[in-house]
């Protein structure tokens, strides 16, 4: 079994607990709200918008992508959950119909494990005498289901559309603030910036990784896409007649 680098053995670290299988929402949801908004000002600041219609470029932005975000993993979420229900009650199906296939699955499953032997047929023949565990044994093995990790599709909506929208204020509130489209997007950047960084190395609370670097991989590829974008809006405003 592979030991993490700079483990402690005397010291017992806990898991990340029950928001573990809503990280990608989150991470996804301020991300993307961080990185399309301030990709969308940059393009229109580019393309020779005024602040005002810069301003309002990025509310609209912002709340299509938050409305858009929720949805979208809400009926995701969803409709995994329902692929996952009918899924269990097939495999009870089967556990009546079935059951010595189903032993051979599981047999077959553990096996591939690392069990073998009298082991391996202890293993079974117990898990085979109780038919929830039986159950949640097949489920857990053909099709990854454990209900600790469940997903709500409506805490999933609620995390990725309302940490979307948190996400895309660093690059509207200057715009709001401030008369100077340059000025304005040279704070965008900043703000943005430090909220990609800051993403980045707060992940690594969960993936052990260096915040150092995972900061800077987050910043470098929201401020790449940044530039690409406002030469994009120059390009077009030099090119399309007014």
Do not use: C, W
């Not at 990185?35 to 229109?44: A, D, I, N, Q, W």
């Not at 858009?68 to 009650?89: H, N, R």
């Amino acid at each position: 079994m592979a030991r993490r680098k700079n483990s402690n053995p005397d010291e017992y670290q806990t898991h990340v607990g029950a928001t573990r299988q809503y990280m990608r929402d989150i991470i996804l949801g301020v991300n993307d709200g961080l990185v399309s908004t301030f990709l969308l000002v940059s393009g229109v600041v580019g393309g020779g918008l005024t602040t005002t219609q810069v301003l309002l470029t990025g509310i609209s932005g912002a709340l299509a992508g938050m409305i858009s975000m929720a949805i979208g993993e809400y009926l995701a979420t969803k409709s995994q959950e329902e692929v996952f229900e009918a899924e269990m009650e097939l495999e009870a199906e089967h556990l009546i119909y079935h059951r010595q296939r189903e032993k051979d699955q599981l047999a077959d499953m553990l096996g591939a494990m690392g069990l073998e032997g009298d082991d391996l047929a202890t293993v079974v023949d117990i898990i085979d005498s109780n038919d929830t565990a039986m159950l949640n044994m097949q489920g857990a093995l053909e099709f990854g289901i454990v209900d600790s990790e469940r997903r709500s599709p409506f805490a999933a909506a609620f995390a990725s559309g309302f940490l979307f929208l948190a996400g895309a204020l660093p690059s509207i509130i200057p715009f709001a603030i401030l008369e100077s489209t340059s000025a304005a997007l040279i704070v965008a950047a900043v703000l943005s910036g430090i909220g990609l960084f800051t993403v980045g190395a707060l992940k690594t609370v969960s993936t052990k990784k260096s915040p150092i670097l995972s900061g800077a991989e987050n910043l470098g590829m929201g401020l790449l896409g940044g530039v690409l974008a406002y030469f994009v809006g120059v390009l077009f405003e030099s090119s399309i007649p007014s």
